[in-house]
């Protein structure tokens, strides 16, 4: 695709509910990132996956989050019993290769909220 | 832990001004830097990529160096317009393969 996809664009949810939040990178990117970032605040990291598996998963917050991408291209954060301390813009990014010397390219975002 | 810090967080400047934004990385073995924008309720936009081996990188009126030993990295911005007006984010990356935000520094060009 021409860039990184995110959907939906916007999202409220009441607090208790389950979400799933959509990533589709740009065609041929290997590793695909996911952020999160608070209002006023830089994006911070949640998980790395280098084609179908999840290299780095350091990021998350807690048990209740968790994130897929069964055939390396698009990916899925899926956030169980949402809290109002969820909302925040969910961010992806996509890169050629391991992101060492390859730049990265993120999507629009998926604004959260948990009412 | 990488940490990165950005200063100022807030800068206003009349257009037509050459402006400096600046960033600050606690440790130096990083792989490269990148430097963002991001528009309000927008998503990241990538301006420039400088791998550890190069000082700097240029495009069009920006131009981002890199001085590891010391942990910074400086965006110049020529001849700035209001359409310049932004957040603007830099990250670096380590050996962990993940990039480390710093919190921003808000921009608005004043027309």
């Known amino acids: 695709g021409a860039g990184v996809s995110q959907t939906p664009s916007n999202k409220v949810t009441e607090k208790g509910k389950y979400v799933e939040l959509r990533c589709d990178p740009i065609s041929g990117h290997t590793a695909l990132y996911w952020y999160r970032q608070s209002l006023g605040q830089g994006p911070e990291f949640l998980i790395y996956?280098?084609?179908?598996?999840?290299?780095?998963d350091s990021g998350l917050p807690n048990d209740r989050f968790f994130a897929v991408r069964p055939e390396g291209s698009v990916s899925t954060l899926k956030i169980q019993r949402t809290e109002r301390g969820d909302s925040a813009v969910y961010l992806c990014a996509s890169s050629l290769g391991p992101i060492l010397n390859t730049e990265a390219f993120f999507g629009q975002g998926t604004r959260l909220t948990v009412v | 832990k990488q940490e990165v810090t950005q200063i100022p967080a807030a800068l206003s400047v009349p257009e037509g001004e050459n402006l400096v934004l600046n960033c600050s990385f606690t440790?130096?073995?990083?792989?490269?830097l990148q430097w963002f924008r991001q528009d309000p309720g927008k998503g990241l936009t990538s301006l420039l990529l400088?791998?550890?081996?190069?000082r700097e990188q240029t495009s069009g009126r920006l131009n981002a160096s890199l001085d590891k030993s010391s942990g910074r990295s400086t965006l110049y911005i020529a001849a700035s317009q209001p359409g310049d007006s932004a957040t603007y984010l830099c990250a670096v990356i380590g050996g962990a393969q993940k990039l480390v935000f710093g919190q921003g520094t808000r921009l608005t060009i004043n027309p």
């Open positions: 996956f280098q084609g179908t598996g999840a290299a780095d």
């Open positions: 400088i791998q550890s081996s190069q």
């Open positions: 440790d130096s073995a990083i792989y490269n």
